[in-house]
Nanobody, 124 residues
Framework: EVQLQASGGGLVQAGGSLRLSCAAS????????VSWFRQAPGKEREGVSC????????DYKASVKGRFTISRDNAKNTVWLQMSDLKPEDTAVYYC?????????????????WGKGTQVTVSS
């Protein structure tokens, strides 16, 4: 059984930082690109950041570029999203998802597995 466990969310003041983790089990993690998505109340889910299976490529939504950093450790089956200089508009439920791909690229569609989300709330 494939499981994705996202954690690390919480309540933080604007300008603060959080580090989200996504731990996977039941898959050969090296075969998967990983993406983070978020969904704010009343809004559609959007891709925030992704990382290819070998970490050769990372991508960021324009509004988080320079503030968020994605990384992974395949030996630990874990991906992290370091979020700094958080803004109230970053408030959302954050989800991690896997895409079976050993491409040098990463994507925000055709995800194979989704984890349960973790709430991030940024107060002004």
């Amino acid at each position: 059984e494939v499981q994705l466990q996202a954690s690390g969310g919480g309540l933080v003041q604007a300008g603060g930082s959080l580090r989200l983790s996504c731990a996977a089990s039941g898959v050969f993690f090296d075969d998967y690109a990983v993406s983070w998505f978020r969904q704010a109340p009343g809004k559609e889910r959007e891709g925030v950041s992704c990382i290819s299976s070998s970490s050769s490529t990372t991508d960021y939504k324009a509004s988080v570029k320079g503030r968020f950093t994605i990384s992974r450790d395949n030996a630990k089956n874990t991906v992290w999203l370091q979020m700094s200089d958080l803004k109230p508009e970053d408030t959302a439920v954050y989800y991690c998802a896997l895409q079976h791909s050993r491409s040098i690229y990463c994507y925000y569609n055709y995800m194979n597995y989704w984890g349960k989300g973790t709430q991030v709330t940024v107060s002004s």
